[in-house]
């Protein structure tokens, strides 16, 4: 089992930046992959950013070039730094950990092991 925490959402104007941080905990040494998600009021759960074990990252078109996923292994945390946040990026981000059928499937939300809580994001205009 892992257990992942996320926090550092929060309420930020448009053109801000804020830093998402998911602690993971357990079985971690089986962790292939964690990734970001967000999902906005009505609609499905999209994948934000994902980052392999040996560090490649990857992004969704609507936020290349404005966020940045990072991990400290020592820490056992990944990183989601997000700037240049638009309003359309207002959602509940949730940090995920492992997917067991591998890069091909990260953008399945239903193939990711381990969840977070979720953690707010509230850009303003």
Known sequence: QVQLVDTGGGLVQAGGSLRLSCAASGSIRSINAMGW????????????????????????NSVKGRFTISRDNA??????????????????YYCAAHNPEGSAFYKKADLWNFWGQGTQVTVSS
């Open 37 to 60: 998600y967000r999902q906005a009021p009505g609609k499905q759960r999209d994948l934000v950013a994902v980052i392999s074990s040996g560090g490649s990252p990857n992004y969704s």
């Open 75 to 92: 820490k056992n945390t990944v990183y989601l730094q997000m700037n240049s946040l638009k309003p359309e990026d207002t959602a509940v």
